[in-house]
T-cell receptor, first 113, second 114 residues
Framework: SQTIHQWPATLVQPVGSPLSLECTVEGTSNPNLYWYRQAAGRGLQLLFYSVGIGQISSEVPQNLSASRPQDRQFILSSKKLLLSDSGFYLC????????????FGPGTRLLVL | DAKTTQPNSMESNEEEPVHLPCNHSTISGTDYIHWYRQLPSQGPEYVIHGLTSNVNNRMASLAIAEDRKSSTLILHRATLRDAAVYYCILRVLISNFGNEKLTFGTGTRLTIIP
């Protein structure tokens, strides 16, 4: 069966520090991958999506970047965090052949102080 | 992107059916209606989806209006574990690779009363 992992689960970082959040998927190949952010009390916002290694599309301009160095690995990064980057970050995947459903990871709660 | 409108919150008694409404008056002919739910401090979980016909699965039923401008998620017998935020989403394909954009609103916070 397929599983999706995210780490760390919780992160507290000072303003101006770098960020690296990792997401990996097991049990499937060539998945579509997504990064979402959920601010407190808000809905989810799609940040990036990827259809393959090295192929990243950004949905909104921001202080963050994403990379996909391997087929089942998706990384969210920032060189300098802002206070507004605080939130709940969720990685998701979908099967390219059966794309009706997105499967979400457990999320990383980021607090920038 | 086509938008959806849901009540902010609803309450239901345990072991009773729950009907969660969603309006999507600007839906296009190719938009699928998806429902996800999010338990506290967890990622969203897929519930059900449909295009035109009513749908049933082990979790819920989805009733879609004939004009597709509204839909209702039906939980047949609510349990305490069904307490969550329920999102009604119109899925939009964003490339030819089958990946899709799900625009999550603020959803309906469902409270189950024991």
């Amino acid at each position: 069966s397929q599983t999706i992992h995210q780490w760390p689960a919780t992160l507290v970082q000072p303003v101006g520090s770098p960020l690296s959040l990792e997401c990996t998927v097991e049990g499937t190949s060539n998945p579509n991958l997504y990064w979402y952010r959920q601010a407190a009390g808000r809905g989810l916002q799609l940040l990036f999506y990827s259809v393959g290694i090295g192929q990243i599309s950004s949905e909104v301009p921001q202080n963050l970047s994403a990379s996909r160095p391997q087929d089942r690995q998706f990384i969210l990064s920032s060189k300098k965090l802002l206070l507004s980057d605080s939130g709940f970050y969720l990685c998701a995947w979908s099967d390219r052949a059966q794309w009706e459903t997105q499967y979400f990871g457990p999320g990383t709660r980021l607090l920038v102080l | 992107d086509a938008k959806t409108t849901q009540p902010n919150s609803m309450e239901s008694n345990e072991e009773e059916p729950v009907h969660l409404p969603c309006n999507h008056s600007t839906i296009s002919g190719t938009d699928y209606i998806h429902w996800y739910r999010q338990l506290p401090s967890q990622g969203p979980e897929y519930v059900i989806h449909g295009l035109t016909s009513n749908v049933n699965n082990r979790m819920a039923s989805l009733a879609i209006a004939e004009d597709r401008k509204s839909s209702t998620l039906i939980l047949h017998r609510a349990t305490l574990r069904d307490a969550a935020v329920y999102y009604c989403i119109l899925r939009v394909l964003i490339s030819n690779f089958g990946n899709e954009k799900l625009t999550f609103g603020t959803g309906t916070r469902l409270t189950i009363i024991p």
